[in-house]
Every structure is written in structure tokens, then in C-alpha cells.
């Protein structure tokens, strides 16, 4: 089977045990979500074992269940606190937020917040376009003031 998108195209292959339970998925020129393992090939490009294929209007991506961002507090202004509490609110969703507070050789702070986001691509281009967001994984770092911060979002008391 071939897979094809507006970038080119990949051989794939479904070994018996998956085609019975992959057969009814398989539907030729819809658009489809496809998971599988990438199989490296000598001498040939490699070829895709599908491992699950689902239709892309009910395909679910999953979102990390916790964000980790790092927040220099060297010299950041007030108004990036502000931003990054907007960002928040204008994304909710079921993802938790870790603060990593940083001074420089001379302290870190790590900060659960009550809030939690949706951290899906608009999220991280919203992030990167205000506030200098980098996404690696499921982490962000960014610099800001944390000083508002602390004083205006609520803080989870750790777990016993």
C-alpha cells in the first residue's frame, strides 16, 4: 500500500495480524490519520508498519498531560506575565502547568499552577509569537516577570 500527502509519498505495510482489524479503515483517497513504525530499509527508502488508521475528522491527537516551562528571572518585564497569563486563558484545557523559576546561579524554584492549557500548535505559535516560547517535546522555556505572576495566579499546594 502506498501513503500519500501534498509532500510525496511512502510505501506502507500491514502484516496479517493488523489487516483484519485494519480492513474496514482502509478506505482509498480519503484523508486519513495513519500510526505506525517506521521500518529502515539497506539500499531503499523505508516503509511504514501501520500499526492503527483513523478517519481525520474523528482522529484525537494526544497532548502531553504536563508542561514544564523555564522562567529566567533576570531582568524580564511585566508586561510578558501578563501575556503568558492571557495565553493560558485564552487555551484552556486538561494539561497542567509547571513553572520552573531561575535566577542564574543562584536559585530554582519549581511551581505547579492550578491552571491548565491546551498546548496544541496554536498554543505554541500564540507562545512563540508573545512571549518567545520554544517548544521542545512536552516542555517550553520563555522569560517573563515573575513577580505578577505569583501574585495574581493560583498556586496547588504539592501533594502530602
Not at 509519498?9 to 513504525?37: C, N, P, W
Not at 502531553?64 to 529566567?72: A, G, T, Y
Request: aromatic share 4%; with cysteine.
Amino acid at each position: 500500500m502506498q501513503i500519500e500527502d501534498l509532500e510525496g509519498a511512502i510505501e506502507a505495510m500491514v502484516f496479517t495480524t493488523q489487516y483484519e482489524r485494519l480492513e474496514a479503515s482502509l478506505i482509498e483517497d480519503k484523508a486519513m490519520l495513519v500510526r505506525g513504525l517506521v521500518l529502515p530499509e539497506e539500499n531503499a527508502p523505508p516503509k511504514i508498519s501501520v500499526q492503527e488508521i483513523v478517519p481525520l475528522e474523528v482522529a484525537r491527537i494526544n497532548l502531553p498531560s504536563l508542561i514544564s516551562i523555564r522562567v529566567p528571572v533576570n531582568g524580564a518585564s511585566a508586561d510578558r506575565a501578563g501575556a503568558l497569563r492571557k495565553l493560558f486563558e485564552g487555551k484552556p484545557g486538561a494539561t497542567e502547568v509547571r513553572l520552573r523559576l531561575e535566577k542564574t546561579r543562584d536559585f530554582s524554584v519549581i511551581l505547579d499552577l492550578s491552571m491548565k492549557v491546551r498546548p496544541d500548535k496554536e498554543f505554541l505559535r500564540r507562545g512563540e509569537a508573545h512571549l518567545r516560547l520554544r517548544g521542545h517535546g512536552s516542555a517550553c522555556q520563555l522569560g517573563y516577570s515573575v513577580e505578577v505572576a505569583l501574585k495574581s495566579w493560583p498556586i496547588r499546594s504539592p501533594p502530602p
